[in-house]
């Protein structure tokens, strides 16, 4: 059964940095692709980064050059690094997987591509 976990969300402020981790079980040989979405109040789901089985990455253009996401398959964990956060980054954040990177390859910020999500964890960017 595949099983998502995240973790390191809190309050910070403007300019401040964390990093979220998602724990991921289930996946056979780590064998997956996945991606760190988010939730604004009242908004719908953003894909911000997503990684690949070989390690290839993507960032949206509202967070490139702030935002890393990494994974380390010995730990099952994949990272979100977040720096220089701003107001506008504040949301729940959610990792997602899919095991047919194919379906997600290109189309990565499409949530309904994904077929297991963690619960979330909420980030919060104010003064």
């Known amino acids: 059964q595949v099983q998502l976990v995240e973790s390191g969300g809190g309050s910070v402020q403007p300019g401040g940095s964390l990093r979220l981790s998602c724990e991921v079980s289930?996946?056979?040989?780590?064998?997956?692709?996945a991606s760190w979405f988010r939730q604004a109040p009242g908004k719908g789901r953003e894909g911000i980064a997503t990684?690949?089985?070989?390690?290839?990455?993507r960032h949206a253009d509202s967070v490139q050059g702030r935002f890393t996401i990494s994974r380390d398959n010995d730990r099952k964990t994949l990272y979100l690094e977040m720096n220089s956060l701003r107001p506008d980054d504040t949301g729940m954040y959610y990792c997602?997987?899919?095991?047919?990177?194919?379906?997600?390859?290109?189309?990565?910020?499409?949530?309904?591509?994904?077929?297991?999500w963690g619960q979330g964890t909420q980030v919060t960017v104010s003064s």
């Open positions: 997602a997987a899919e095991m047919w990177c194919v379906r997600v390859r290109e189309q990565w910020y499409d949530p309904d591509r994904y077929d297991s």
């Open positions: 289930g996946y056979p040989h780590n064998n997956y692709c």
């Open positions: 990684i690949d089985r070989d390690g290839t990455t």
